[in-house]
């Protein structure tokens, strides 16, 4: 399967625990980017990261959220100290590098997060 | 502040019938224009794009049309399919900063036998 992996595909979380998800880009690809999806709403942009790099970290909340797309392996988004509004479907993408301005994200399944 | 619009949350069309969804942007920067398709519990998939140079794009039984002056975009599917019900999101782009995309809120597409 060479499409943008995600997992844990569910997740479960009391208040106050840390929630880690992970993504693996397509091949070849090294551009990065989280979303979030609260019930009924479109995504949200969070952040936009290439290797060893954010990029764009501005639809990312203040506190207790981060990410990073190491020079190796998956790029995590971390949320620490969870509240049940982080409960949402965070979905990942990826898109190649060097193909200009105009390049299509694509996306993985998606980590549904759900906070007791 | 909702910079992407699609206001119709729902729409039901007949099998072998014209689809059409639109979408409402108000930011005069975004320059490229995305449709993805949702089935539940998985990820968006991309079906066509549009750049602001263009007005028509099509691919096969998709055409996305663009009218820049009243920051519109469509996208017709014909004919229908009972394999595009689904949720369809419009998505915009400014390419002149950082690749993010602006969702809109979703069209639930019922095509129905």
């Known amino acids: 399967n060479a499409g943008v992996m995600q997992n844990p595909r569910h997740l479960v979380r009391r208040r106050g625990q840390e929630a880690r998800l992970r993504c693996s880009p397509m091949k070849g690809h090294s551009h990065v980017y989280w979303y979030r999806q609260l019930p009924e709403e479109g995504l949200k942009f969070m952040v936009y990261?290439?290797?060893?790099?954010?990029?764009?970290e501005s639809g990312m909340p203040k506190e207790r959220f981060s990410a990073e797309f190491p020079k190796e392996g998956p790029s995590i988004l971390r949320i620490q100290q969870v509240v049940r509004g982080d409960s949402a479907a965070y979905f990942c993408?990826?898109?190649?590098?060097?193909?200009?301005?105009?390049?299509?994200?694509?996306f993985g399944p998606g980590t549904r997060l759900t906070v007791l | 502040d909702q910079q992407v619009k699609q206001n119709s949350p729902s729409l039901s069309v007949q099998e072998g019938r014209i689809s059409i969804l639109n979408c409402d942007y108000t930011n005069s920067m975004f320059d490229y224009f995305l449709w993805y398709k949702k089935y539940p519990a998985e990820g968006p998939t991309f079906l066509i794009s549009?750049?602001?140079?263009?007005d028509k794009n099509e691919d096969g039984r998709f055409t996305v049309f663009l009218n820049k002056s009243a920051k519109h975009l469509s996208l017709h599917i014909v004919p229908s399919q009972p394999g595009d019900s689904a949720v369809y999101f419009c998505a915009a782009e400014n390419t002149g900063t950082a690749s993010k995309l602006t969702f809109g809120t979703g069209t639930r597409l019922q095509v129905t036998l």
């Open positions: 993408a990826s898109s190649p590098p060097g193909l200009g301005n105009y390049n299509e994200q694509f």
């Open positions: 549009i750049s602001s140079i263009k």
């Open positions: 990261l290439q290797k060893e790099n954010i990029i764009d």
